[in-house]
């Protein structure tokens, strides 16, 4: 089968601070990835779309220069969260798109 | 016209027991259907998909069945087991890729032992 990695799986930053997170496919080369957030008890939100070696399409709403978005190479996406406050406290989750969509395990970040 | 609209929001089903959720879309240009399974915690997990040029898809305890002319679409779980204890969501995209899905809003089920 197709695995999406997530790092770290859990953080806890401070507030005015920036988290990287990564997302890596572990046995196929993705093109494209995508990054979700997802709220408590709620279905997942497309944030934006990483193409690799190009510039990512974000979503209607989601702020570009706060969720950056590098997608380097065929197996690797990374989100980085600026300038981090407790609002952007949530699950982010990220896919990788083979024949279907593959998700990671998600992020569970929690700013204070 | 982009929404998937999911019911019901929360199930409860004795052990054993079918359970049915349902999704219903407006965009005709959807035409592929997949069902995701989420634990807390976790990401989703694709279940089990379907395309519309077949009216039911089985893969084990799980069954999709489409209505194309309703636009409507379900999954089935018979012998629900309290493993099957999650959140489930529905979701659809246009062109037959898993490239633009849009997510049905959940349901979670519950199976009591």
């Known amino acids: 089968g197709a695995v999406v990695s997530q790092h770290p799986s859990r953080v806890i930053c401070k507030s005015g601070t920036s988290v990287k997170i990564e997302c890596r496919s572990l046995?196929?080369?993705?093109?494209?990835m995508f990054w979700y957030r997802q709220f408590p008890k709620k279905s997942l939100m497309l944030m934006a779309t990483?193409?690799?070696?190009?510039?990512?399409?974000?979503e209607q709403g989601v702020e570009k220069d706060k969720f950056l978005i590098n997608h380097a190479s065929l197996t690797l996406s990374t989100l980085t969260v600026t300038s981090a406050h407790p609002e952007d406290s949530s699950f982010y989750i990220c896919?990788?798109?083979?024949?279907?969509?593959?998700f990671g395990p998600g992020t569970r970040l929690t700013v204070t | 016209q982009q929404q998937v609209k999911q019911s019901p929001q929360s199930l409860i089903v004795q052990k054993g027991g079918i359970s049915i959720i349902n999704c219903a879309y407006e965009?005709?240009?959807?035409?592929?259907f997949p069902w995701y399974q989420q634990f807390p915690g976790k990401g989703p997990a694709l279940l089990i998909a379907?395309?519309?040029?077949?009216s039911e898809k089985k893969e084990g305890r799980f069954t999709i069945s489409f209505n194309k002319s309703a636009k409507q679409f379900s999954l089935h779980i018979m012998d629900s087991q309290p493993g099957d204890s999650a959140t489930y969501f529905c979701?659809?995209?246009?062109?037959?890729?898993?490239?633009?899905?849009?997510f049905g809003s959940g349901t979670q089920l519950t199976v009591l032992p």
């Open positions: 896919s990788a798109a083979r024949d279907e969509q593959y």
């Open positions: 046995d196929f080369q993705a093109t494209t």
């Open positions: 990483s193409n690799e070696g190009s510039k990512a399409t974000y």
């Open positions: 965009n005709t240009a959807f035409d592929y």
């Open positions: 379907i395309r519309p040029d077949v």
């Open positions: 979701a659809a995209s246009p062109s037959g890729s898993a490239r633009q899905l849009t």
